[in-house]
């Protein structure tokens, strides 16, 4: 079965650059969510989209931006890197019925290394 | 606003060793519950669900119960392995207009041969 894709898997930037990070849905997925896993911690929680719309915002800091497109993949821009930014970056797709979500399946992630 | 209080470890037992791991959160309305499971340097998996109260999750000898009167959804299974060794953690997906994950803190368990 297909699954959420995340691409690239690394990715190693030097401060104040910039990158992209891109997630596919599952297939018919409405719903993508970005996490940031620091190390040793718990995903928190940046940004969502619920059919190509801003569904809900995190901690995302304002150097983040995020947007979902109309095939549902969703892109997390990430401006002027700092070296905290370094991080496991997942991506969870999941599709909304009637007032229940189904449950979130995340990507593998994308690892930011900041040098 | 949402929460998942998460039993804190690390966990260390050995092979065969009964496990619960404690969860409980605090939600409006009516939260849909999991337990994801991390291996190490990979991704996050789905291990169970449950989506209303009384509901039993279960998968791979691990089992939850959604517990609405205790607000608990408690991870326990019977007798683990090696490879069960992995961080765990709760996590519930409100129901409201706001529909993201909140997860708990994570729990690491090491199985001992």
């Known amino acids: 079965a297909a699954g959420v894709i995340q691409s690239p898997r690394h990715l190693i930037k030097e401060k104040r650059e910039t990158a992209t990070l891109k997630c596919y849905p599952i297939p018919r997925h409405d719903t993508v969510y970005w996490y940031q896993q620091g190390p040793g911690q718990d995903p928190q929680f940046l940004i969502s989209f619920y059919e190509k719309m801003q569904s809900d915002k995190g901690s995302i800091p304002d150097r983040f931006s995020a947007q979902q497109f109309s095939d549902y993949h969703s892109e997390l821009n990430m401006s002027s890197l700092e070296l905290g930014d370094s991080a496991l970056y997942f991506c969870?797709?999941?599709?909304?019925?009637?007032?229940?979500?189904?449950?979130?399946?995340f990507g593998q992630g994308t690892r930011l290394t900041v040098v | 606003g949402n929460s998942v209080t998460q039993m804190e470890g690390p966990v260390t037992l050995s092979e065969e060793a009964f496990l619960t791991i404690n969860c409980t959160y605090t939600?409006?309305?009516?939260?849909?519950l999991f337990w994801y499971v991390q291996y190490p340097g990979e991704g996050l998996q789905l291990l169970l669900k449950a989506t209303k109260a009384d509901d039993k999750g279960s998968n791979k000898g691990f089992e939850a119960t959604y517990r609405k009167e205790t607000t608990s959804f408690h991870l326990e299974k019977g007798s683990v392995q090696v490879s069960d060794s992995a961080v765990y953690f709760c996590?519930?997906?409100?129901?409201?207009?706001?529909?993201?994950?909140?997860f708990g803190s994570g729990t690491q368990l090491t199985v001992l041969p």
């Open positions: 996590a519930l997906l409100s129901s409201g207009s706001a529909r993201q994950l909140t």
């Open positions: 939600a409006t309305g009516y939260p849909s």
């Open positions: 969870a797709s999941s599709s909304r019925t009637g007032r229940m979500n189904t449950e979130a399946f």
